[in-house]
């Protein structure tokens, strides 16, 4: 089929419209590596997560040239332009670097077992399904990931976020039990709703607990003990309705980085 303008039936004039099969698919678009694989002779097929395109892939030429390298390692945040003949098709990123994060991840080894937990989790993600709101979430922890005080809680908070992006969110706001909005300690782990203290005292073996900075937002940041709590609450509930459902276990560097992270703990 050749590629040429349709014409006016009546008049024989050019209408400018050309054959939409042929159309050229095209983007930019801000997002961060969630990693590469060779590709050819020099190329690269790079995983990204952008934030108004979703989970994409697409070829990068030259990618594994002295200059390309550095800027394409995980945890990187890049500017991208996206092109392919038609959109189902892997297509070409030209990239340019934006923020890089990458050597001072890689220098804690905490850091680089969160990265890998976070690009496992967002793996979750169905290819080319925006979720904007997430992607900035993902970016703000990136941002804070090498730091052991504050990065566990930003990590959790983002485990939150994940589970409600897939319809599965957490109730913390009142008491399953009473409404109250105050004492919330417990989850249920059948319903993902809070518990106060008391009607869930009795029960107390036998639902999760609920660290105050997973409810409410702190100055100060969690211990070692509300960190763990916050992991294993939030590991439940992504096996139970991500994880599981997909014959997949929680990463092993998610219990690496709680490890190195200081929280300890059951997770």
Do not use: K
């Not at 952008?50 to 995980?74: I, N």
């Not at 969110?169 to 782990?189: H, K, N, Q, R």
Request: charged residues 25%; aromatic residues 6%; neutral net charge.
């Amino acid at each position: 089929m050749v590629n040429e303008p349709s014409r006016d039936r009546l008049t024989g004039r050019r209408l400018g419209i050309r054959c939409p099969l042929l159309r050229r698919m095209n983007w930019s678009d801000r997002a961060f590596v969630l990693g590469c694989r060779p590709f050819g002779e020099s190329g690269v097929i790079l995983e990204a997560m952008t934030r108004e395109h979703g989970r994409h892939l697409g070829l990068v030429h030259g990618g594994r040239s002295r200059r390309s390298r550095p800027v394409l390692q995980a945890g990187n945040s890049i500017a991208v332009a996206w092109r392919a003949r038609l959109d189902d098709q892997l297509g070409t990123f030209t990239v340019e670097e934006e923020v890089s994060r990458a050597g001072r991840l890689i220098a804690r080894p905490a850091a680089l077992l969160g990265l890998a937990t976070l690009a496992s989790h967002l793996r979750l993600l169905a290819e080319r399904d925006p979720h904007p709101h997430l992607f900035d979430a993902a970016e703000s922890l990136l941002d804070r990931l090498d730091d052991a005080e504050v990065g566990p809680g930003l990590f959790a908070l983002f485990e939150l976020a994940l589970l409600a992006e897939f319809g599965f969110g957490l109730d913390l706001a009142s008491c399953a039990a009473t409404g109250t909005t105050e004492d919330l300690i417990y989850v249920s782990p059948r319903t993902g709703r809070a518990v106060s203290r008391m009607p869930g005292e009795p029960y107390h073996d036998r639902l999760l607990p609920l660290p105050r900075f997973l409810r409410e937002a702190t100055d100060v940041a969690p211990d070692a003990g509300e960190i763990a709590a916050g992991f294993r609450l939030t590991g439940f509930f992504l096996t139970e309705h991500l994880y599981a459902p997909r014959d997949l276990s929680l990463p092993d560097e998610r219990a690496r980085y709680l490890g190195l992270s200081g929280s300890g703990g059951a997770v």
